[in-house]
């Protein structure tokens, strides 16, 4: 089926390195996406990563790719306030082309 | 500013009504999605539209329906509203029919209260 699962929550000290976790269900899905998404506001695409990749390293950012377990996680380094937001994870299903969002990881960055 | 632009912000209606939402795709793109985001549920695919034509459909009940119109913008019409139904609704467009490496450009959102 189609189901992208992530932890709810994670709380972590400004400054410190988060680590948001996600498991996805098509080995198949060609692209995989992190998005943001800021009170009040949409979804902002953060980064993606093709399945051909095991690591993208953009700024702050790495984004890790285990594709024998269908695992993906987003690295952020040096935690900001104002990375305070929800994260969703997403694979792109390429039978249909549409995106499959998990539930959103809450992130809450303590002073 | 995304590109794609959604009407109304904000809309309260009370149980039984109709309603539409519209979506302005961000220039160029050919597909539109809709997504229904609830506390409970998440994020949900609703529909996708390509020029002008239905290419995929998700979780989308009966009341509701959509279209996209020659010009590209789309609306999807809520009827017969129910409280469950009160929910943020996204529209996001893409290129083409999968979008890209950069995945869809997403709208700020409707939110839809029924009382």
């Known amino acids: 089926g189609e189901d992208v699962e992530q932890s709810l929550f994670l709380s972590v000290r400004e400054g410190d390195s988060s680590v948001i976790n996600c498991t996805y269900t098509d080995s198949s899905s060609t692209y995989l996406y992190w998005y943001k998404q800021e009170p009040g506001a949409g979804l902002q695409l953060l980064t993606y990563?093709?399945?051909?990749?095991d690591m993208k390293q953009d700024q702050r950012l790495t984004v890790l790719l285990n594709k024998k377990d269908k695992h993906l996680s987003l690295r952020i380094a040096d935690t900001q306030t104002g990375d305070s937001a929800i994260y969703f994870c997403a694979e792109r299903m390429d039978s249909s082309y549409k995106l499959i969002f998990g539930s959103g990881t809450r992130l809450l960055v303590r002073p | 500013d995304s590109g794609v632009t959604q009407t109304p912000k904000h809309l309260i209606t009370a149980t039984g009504q109709r309603v539409t939402l519209r979506c302005s795709p961000r220039s160029g793109d050919l597909s539109v999605y809709w997504y229904q985001q609830s506390l409970d549920q998440g994020l949900q695919f609703l529909i996708q539209?390509?020029?002008?034509?239905?290419?995929a459909k998700g979780n989308i009940l009966e009341r509701f329906s959509a279209q996209q119109f020659p010009d590209l913008h789309s609306e999807l019409n809520l009827s017969s509203l129910e409280l469950g139904d009160s929910a943020l609704y996204f529209c996001?467009?893409?290129?083409?029919?999968?979008?890209?490496?950069?995945?869809?450009?997403f709208g700020s959102g409707t939110r839809l209260t029924v009382v």
């Open positions: 996001a467009s893409s290129p083409q029919v999968g979008g890209t490496n950069y995945g869809y450009t």
């Open positions: 990563i093709f399945s051909n990749m």
């Open positions: 539209y390509y020029n002008g034509e239905e290419r």
